[in-house]
């Protein structure tokens, strides 16, 4: 099943149980705000991103924002100041394994990075398609034996 939401987002979901991720998803519509202290302060970021009208992630530090973005091959267009958002350039994929077999082909070949996956610090295998897209690969929560790390350390380190 495909489906193309308003935002230009993809997902593709399949049965568990085939080859394909469980999810796919493509991010092509990124925005990034730098907020202003006072935000800061309310919601404890520096700089928020959203896909479209939602909610992506976010960032305390700046260093954690410029390595999200170039772990995904993401780029800034300017530099952002206080209180400034940007359309951030470039796109990237998010494959949600359900098979161990799946995500750990990756393995070898993938650039390895920890990520927040339904609240909790997972390992993230990044690889690059011939067209130099980017996709980010993450076990399920549901598979038992997904890694995860302790989430004030990679808090304090990721931002």
Same mark, same amino acid.
């Given at each position: ?28 519509n +990124?925005?990034?705000c730098?907020?202003?202290? &006072?935000? %800061? $302060?309310?919601? *404890? ?19 954690s ?10 780029? +800034? ?6 209180? &400034?958002? %940007? $359309?951030i350039? *470039? ?12 995500f ?8 390895h ?24 690969h993450?076990l ?20």
């Open positions: 099943m495909n489906i193309t939401q308003a935002s230009g987002r993809t997902a593709t979901s399949s049965t568990p149980g085939n080859s394909e991720p469980l999810m796919q998803r493509e991010f092509a +990124l925005r990034v730098h907020l202003d202290e &006072e935000r %800061q $302060k309310l919601i *404890g970021y520096k700089f928020t991103v959203t896909d479209g009208a939602t909610s992506h992630t976010a960032f305390r530090y700046r260093s924002l410029l390595r999200w973005l170039d772990q995904r091959g993401l780029d +800034l267009t300017e530099d952002l100041e206080e209180g &400034e958002c %940007q $359309k350039v *470039g796109m990237y994929k998010s494959h949600m394994h359900l098979s161990y077999a799946d750990y082909q990756h393995f070898d070949s993938a650039h990075t920890k990520l927040l996956s339904n609240g909790k610090w997972t390992l993230g295998l990044i690889t690059t398609d011939d067209d130099g897209i980017k996709t980010v993450h399920n929560p549901n598979c038992i034996y997904r890694p995860t790390f302790n989430y004030q350390e990679c808090r304090e380190a990721h931002g």
